[in-house]
């Protein structure tokens, strides 16, 4: 009886299935909760914002100046 149980426990440790599927989920949180904190509240997040607002700007100048052929006098950044 002992034997059969000292074999089912070195089978089991020698079992590694499963084992990289459970190492890119552990991977995976880490690198959810780096990129959210990033997002949320860093550096990139005020960049992404400036970026589009001088884009919106900037397509906003464009626009009216292909329309009535004279420039607003908006100065961008």
Do not use: H, P, W
């Amino acid at each position: 009886m002992f034997d059969k149980l000292k074999k089912s426990i070195r089978q089991f440790g020698k079992d590694e299935r499963g084992v990289t599927a459970v190492e890119y989920a552990v991977i995976a949180v880490a690198m959810s909760g780096i990129l959210l904190t990033i997002f949320n509240n860093g550096v990139i997040k005020n960049s992404l914002t400036k970026a589009a607002a001088s884009i919106e700007s900037n397509l906003g100048a464009a626009s009216d100046t292909k329309t009535t052929g004279k420039t607003t006098g908006k100065k961008t950044n």
